[in-house]
């Protein structure tokens, strides 16, 4: 593209990224992601939701937590709320209490949506252990200003 003069802008990569991503392309994916935010480009949030649940639909957290960590603030914590209501969405409960348990670490504020959605979500699966777990973890930090949004 850039021998002709075009270059890619934000929404080329993602469509790069969403293809790469459905063939099961995530090294590739992930790449062309770290080469978008290397120059200056921010993903769309269906970009970052895109390549981190791809990871975790491989049970690879780890990587998809590592996509979100160039994100500020702000965008990792919407990222975030909404990747655990997919998670949860999937049955992934586990995995979405690991990405919450990230979340209350970077933002005290609880998202109402995300919290009631996980343990509506939870308690139809019989999963009360995780609940209740989350639930020590706010209730200890409301000491520490944790507060519902």
Same mark, same amino acid.
């Given at each position: /593209?850039?021998?002709?003069?075009?270059?890619?802008?934000?929404?080329?990569?993602?469509?790069?990224?969403?293809?790469?991503?459905?063939?099961?392309?995530?090294?590739?994916?992930?790449? #062309?992601?770290?080469? /978008?935010?290397?120059?200056? /480009?921010?993903?769309?949030?269906? !970009?970052?939701?895109?390549?981190?649940?791809?990871?975790?639909?491989?049970?690879?957290?780890?990587?998809?937590?590592?996509?979100?960590?160039? #994100?500020?603030?702000?965008?990792?914590?919407? !990222?975030? &709320? !909404?990747?655990?209501?997919?998670?949860?969405?999937? %049955?992934?409960?586990?995995?979405?209490?690991?990405?919450?348990? &990230?979340?209350?670490?970077?933002?005290?504020?609880?998202?109402?949506?995300? #919290?009631?959605?996980? /343990?509506?979500?939870?308690? %139809?699966?019989?999963?009360?252990? #995780?609940?209740? %777990?989350?639930? %020590?973890?706010?209730?200890?930090?409301?000491?520490?200003?944790?507060?519902? &949004?």
């Amino acid at each position: /593209m850039s021998n002709h003069g075009c270059f890619p802008d934000s929404i080329t990569y993602g469509a790069l990224i969403s293809g790469l991503c459905k063939e099961s392309k995530l090294d590739d994916a992930r790449n #062309l992601y770290d080469a /978008m935010m290397d120059k200056g /480009m921010s993903p769309c949030e269906v !970009t970052r939701l895109t390549l981190a649940y791809e990871y975790c639909k491989k049970d690879d957290s780890c990587t998809g937590m590592a996509v979100l960590d160039r #994100l500020e603030k702000k965008l990792w914590i919407r !990222t975030v &709320n !909404t990747l655990v209501r997919k998670l949860c969405s999937e %049955e992934k409960f586990e995995m979405a209490a690991l990405f919450f348990h &990230n979340l209350l670490d970077k933002d005290p504020v609880v998202n109402r949506v995300t #919290l009631l959605g996980f /343990m509506n979500k939870c308690y %139809e699966s019989n999963r009360y252990g #995780l609940v209740s %777990e989350l639930s %020590e973890r706010i209730c200890e930090g409301n000491g520490k200003h944790n507060a519902l &949004n």
